[in-house]
């Protein structure tokens, strides 16, 4: 009962929750107290917001609109005609207004009661001042402009100077307030700071803390356990085994990792015959897959590609057994090109067929023999051949008339662009035109094969150059699905690049850039 005990204060996971607690109680307290200490910023920044600026913004309106009141009062009295005493009337009313306005926005905000002494004397004296205006006005408007100007110039004046400075006394003791109000807020947010750089600090000791915890007690046995474990994956038997008398989790691996040392020393002598049996099994398999899927191929090919070419040659054969006492020269060498067009097919398809096995269960290298080469002459001969085999295709060629000197294999590249024209007449079902085009662009060739046929969905593009891989809408059409695998191998081959721009049912162009053989 005793051990027991033991062993369930020093679990790990008793451990680790206990660790857990106390750094969450540790944060949750830093967090509560940085709360706190943020809300004193708010509370202080929002009572300089709220009241202060609100305070300053008002009197210092309450300044102007008096100080332009004043002014308009003596603008009055200069007037030189109704229209500009009647203009300076108006704007005394709204002056007046606006300043009536004013007030009510700072009677609204919350003052102290010096501030609200201050402001109820402000009030009383500016009505005074407006009742002696208002006398003014009255002597400008009956035409006695003496007794006004005697007026505004003695009780009017004395009136606003009483007003006006103690509105000034009280602008400057809220000026006051509010630099003391910003002192305290950068205060408080200077010591809010200084508390939150001191949590941060706590926090990441508290981790640093843990960390090393966690690393001394849990994770570095842990790894040296996994570190004998690999030892022991790689037949290494003769490590020591640490930790086995420890009475919790990691003691309770150690152990194990124990036996399995044992029985791995009684399954070493036979691992080695059983991965080379496994091994074998491996090859063999892949083997047969490779050949049932070549078999496959093949069956599939012959089926689809040799049919037609052999049904077209014995269907002309027979008529010319029948009818060769009728037929002209004319006729005879007709069905022959037929027959000739139907054999070079054939020829197309069992050198297509010879290159990729060469390259693809092969060594690629091996097959590579470049040579410097007119690009242009060899796409004039794929587009002639082709034309043979499909008389009715219409292939326009932009090859220009300079020779295009690269450096690369003849045979590989024709059978390259050979595979790419091939695809364009086959994925044009309903015919259209095919422009197979050559330019020079800085120190590469570019080659583009362009057809008008039925495009490649955006969901194959990603896998369209990869090992027998066919479009999802090509059902119908033959193919093995190493075409386009071959040409990207030929052309990395030779240094270069492929690269392809379609729409489903816009057609397709194929851009193969090239380097240019260097000059001597």
């Known amino acids: 009962m005793m051990n027991m005990l033991k062993i369930g204060r020093r679990s790990l996971k008793v451990q680790l929750l206990a660790v857990v607690l106390s750094f969450l109680s540790f944060l949750i307290s830093l967090g509560l107290l940085s709360i706190r200490e943020l809300n004193d910023v708010d509370r202080a920044s929002a009572d300089i917001r709220d009241h202060w600026l609100q305070s300053i913004r008002v009197l210092g309106d309450l300044n102007n609109f008096t100080s332009d009141y004043r002014t308009a009062e003596a603008s009055h009295l200069l007037a030189a005609n109704p229209e500009q005493s009647a203009n300076t009337e108006r704007d005394m009313v709204s002056l007046a207004h606006q300043i009536t306005a004013t007030q009510d926005s700072y009677e609204h905000i919350v003052q102290g009661s010096a501030e609200q002494a201050m402001y109820q004397g402000f009030r009383a004296e500016w009505n005074a001042y407006q009742s002696i205006s208002s006398q003014v006005l009255a002597f400008s408007r009956a035409s006695r402009k003496d007794a006004g100007g005697a007026l505004y110039m003695s009780a009017s004046r004395i009136a606003y100077a009483k007003a006006s400075d103690t509105l000034g006394k009280l602008t400057a003791r809220t000026v006051a307030g509010a630099s003391k109000a910003s002192g305290r807020a950068v205060s408080t947010h200077a010591y809010a700071r200084k508390l939150i750089i001191a949590v941060v600090l706590l926090l990441v000791l508290g981790i640093i803390g843990a960390l090393q915890y966690v690393t001394r007690v849990i994770s570095r046995p842990l790894l040296e356990l996994a570190a004998r474990m690999r030892a022991l994956a790689g037949q290494d038997t003769d490590v020591d085994i640490r930790g086995t008398l420890r009475d919790d989790e990691i003691g309770e691996m150690a152990r194990a990792v124990a036996v399995f040392r044992n029985n791995a020393i009684e399954l070493a002598h036979s691992q080695s015959g059983l991965l080379q049996q496994a091994s074998m099994l491996e090859e063999k398999l892949q083997y047969e897959q490779r050949m049932t899927g ?112 690269i450096l690369g294999d003849p045979h590989l590249l024709f059978q390259a662009f050979s595979n790419l024209l091939a695809n364009a007449i086959k994925y044009s079902p309903h015919g259209g035109l095919i422009t197979v085009q050559a330019s020079v662009q800085s120190d590469h060739l570019v080659v583009s094969t362009q057809d008008n046929g039925i495009g490649i969905p955006h969901s194959d593009r990603a896998q369209l150059f990869e090992r027998y891989h066919r479009g999802s809408n090509v059902a119908g059409i033959t193919g093995t699905g190493i075409g386009l695998y071959l040409v990207k191998m030929v052309i990395s081959l030779h240094g270069g690049k492929i690269e392809v721009f379609s729409a489903e049912g816009q057609g397709s162009t194929f851009i193969a850039h090239l380097p240019m053989a260097r000059k001597k």
């Open 294 to 405: 070549l078999q496959r191929n093949f069956l599939a090919m012959a089926s689809h590609e040799f049919r037609i070419p052999l049904t077209i040659i014995d269907g002309h054969a027979q008529r010319m057994v029948k009818m060769q006492a009728e037929l002209q020269p004319a006729q005879l060498a007709e069905r022959a090109e037929k027959i000739r067009n139907a054999v070079l097919r054939m020829t197309s398809v069992i050198d297509n067929m010879l290159t990729s096995s060469r390259l693809l269960d092969g060594e690629p290298g091996l097959y590579f023999h470049p040579q410097e080469i007119d690009i242009a002459a060899l796409l004039h001969d794929v587009c002639h051949l082709h034309r043979e085999i499909w008389p009715k295709v219409s292939i326009f060629e932009k090859l220009g008339q300079a020779p295009l000197i």
